[in-house]
């Protein structure tokens, strides 16, 4: 009768803990419920980053989550499904914008909703609200380290084809205008060495007619005399206004000889860089002519990015499990831990309090004075948490298990049928203390979510009743499990951390 008792006392409270834990489940998870809210979708160049259940949310509050992410049908672009809160209102004019979360990775997406009156092409427009099923058309992606280094390659030879022009140019037209106002300048001068031997022939010819027509011409002369030193005023101040100009025509042609001669100057270091650009030497060249270096920062990148998706794809999934075996009278308790890298393969890690306790042997020699050397083994159980750590691998239906059960060598399978509710498992392990193998079979099923499952099953399926501490041997059970994902732990740690602030309060 206490047996009766004490499994039903086990499996009501298996049952109100299933209860109150799915109520807080539904009661802390922010997310929209399935089926519920509003569908919309938008195309991306670059979905790496966004997965399932990613967060959407606006000014820094969630309005939803990503419910689905495909490859497009139409393009070969990447079609991001997300599921908007109830209540939430967006406009064709909204703008979702893809940011980092953390270093390692993680996106998010984060939409602006728009508003009922919007611009366009510079006048107001009224602006129609999304409909469940409807595309946004405003998407911005940050970019991409690998379009920075393609423009930069553009750019490069467009920046030698320029420099390649300057020294041309300069080179050329400039040095030919150069040489021609220095021409200009000699020819000039002699004109003008001309001019004045002309004159002064011309007062030759004035003085013979002077010695032939002396009191005729006399006057005239005086005329001559006055227009003379007009013209001699003149010439001098011409030849001054000539001497300043050329001056200052030296004094510009020096500094432009100067300013060619620092261009070609730079325009040699310029060609020198280039030339050891093109022959790969010094970092920079190396770096631009040797493709080592950039499959070995490929392969960098690769290996950073596969890391970095592996770290950002790894979900943790927590475990409580309880059974009540009953040839026993007492309770077995499971704490597990499975990390899952990706879909087809996880690990698994789990405290063991089992009431048969961690069974050891002891073997002793024991001298005899009336005869020879006698060998004792002692088996006995030691109330210890037992561990395990098994490698999963799925295929379809069926997943494989094998490694440390329960602290001692062991493996194991699991069937999943309608759709992970209903999940069979065997386990074998633990030969060292016992005739045969230590045989499991269990049956765990899930009435709604696979938050809370009911199990039953066997133990020590083989062996017959023994006693070891606690007792071992065949034994049946029945018991409850509560598993937790990521998203689960987080609702869980926001609604416990809220209530402890309050009591502390």
């Known amino acids: 009768m206490r047996r009766s008792w004490a499994a039903a006392t086990v499996g009501a409270l298996v049952l109100v803990v299933g209860a109150l834990t799915y109520f807080l489940i539904k009661v802390t ?73 953390s270093l390692l990775g993680e996106f998010y997406l984060e939409i602006d909703p728009g508003s009922p009156v919007g611009i366009v092409a510079g006048e107001k427009r009224a602006m129609r609200q999304l409909q469940d099923g409807d595309q946004l058309k405003n998407i911005r992606e940050p970019t991409g380290m690998g379009d920075i280094m393609t423009d930069v390659g553009t750019i490069l030879p467009i920046m030698k084809d320029i420099l390649q022009d300057v020294r041309t140019l300069t080179s050329g037209p400039i040095a030919s205008a150069a040489e021609n106002v220095n021409k200009m300048i000699e020819t000039n001068s002699t004109v003008l060495e001309s001019v004045l031997t002309r004159v002064d022939h011309i007062a030759g010819d004035i003085d ?6 002396s009191d005729n011409i006399r006057v005239a002369i005086k005329n001559v005399r006055d227009i003379t030193e007009s013209i001699k005023t003149l010439v001098g101040t011409s030849q001054g206004e000539v001497a300043e100009t050329g001056t200052a025509m030296r004094s510009s ?30 970092t920079a060249g190396r ?42 009278g007492q309770p077995k308790e499971y704490l597990s831990v499975m990390l899952v890298p990706r879909p087809d393969k996880f690990y698994l890690i789990e405290l063991v309090d089992d009431p048969r306790g961690l069974r050891e042997q002891v073997i002793a020699n024991v001298d005899s004075p009336l005869g020879p050397t006698r060998t004792t083994t002692t088996t006995y159980s030691v109330n210890k948490l037992k561990f395990t750590f098994q490698i999963g691998k799925t295929y379809n239906i069926f997943t494989g298990r094998f490694g440390i059960k329960e602290s001692t060598g062991g493996f194991g399978l699991d069937i999943h049928l309608l759709r992970d ?36 099953g066997v133990d020590d399926v083989i062996n017959k ?24 732990l987080k609702s869980l740690l926001l609604f416990g951390g809220s209530a402890v602030g309050g009591a502390a309060k």
């Open 29 to 101: 998870n922010e997310r929209a419920p399935s089926g519920q809210g509003m569908v919309v979708w938008g195309r991306f160049k670059d979905a790496a980053g966004l997965f399932q259940k990613s967060r959407v949310q606006t000014a820094g509050i969630p309005v939803g989550q990503i419910e689905k992410r495909e490859l497009d049908p139409d393009m070969p672009l990447a079609r991001i499904t997300v599921r908007i809160l109830p209540g939430i209102k967006l406009w064709e004019n909204a703008v979702v914008s893809k940011k980092s979360a």
């Open 208 to 213: 013979s007619i002077t010695h032939s027509e």
């Open 253 to 282: 042609l020096q500094k432009l000889q100067a300013t060619v001669d620092n261009l070609d100057k730079s325009l040699k270091n310029v060609e020198t860089i280039t030339s050891r650009l093109e022959k790969g030497e010094g």
């Open 287 to 328: 770096l631009l002519t040797d493709d080592t270096i950039a499959r070995n920062v490929e392969d960098i990148t690769d290996d950073a990015s596969g890391f970095i998706r592996g770290v950002t794809k790894l979900q943790t999934i927590v475990g409580l499990r309880t059974e009540y075996n009953f040839l026993s």
């Open 421 to 456: 509710h209903l999940l069979v498992s065997a386990d074998m392990f633990d030969t060292l203390f016992n005739t045969w193998p230590r045989l499991q079979g269990r049956i765990a099923w899930a009435p709604y979510q696979r938050y809370f499952y009911l199990l039953g």
């Open 465 to 488: 009743r023994q006693k070891y501490g606690s007792g071992g041997g065949f034994d049946w059970f029945l018991g409850g499990q509560l598993v937790f994902n990521d998203e689960d």
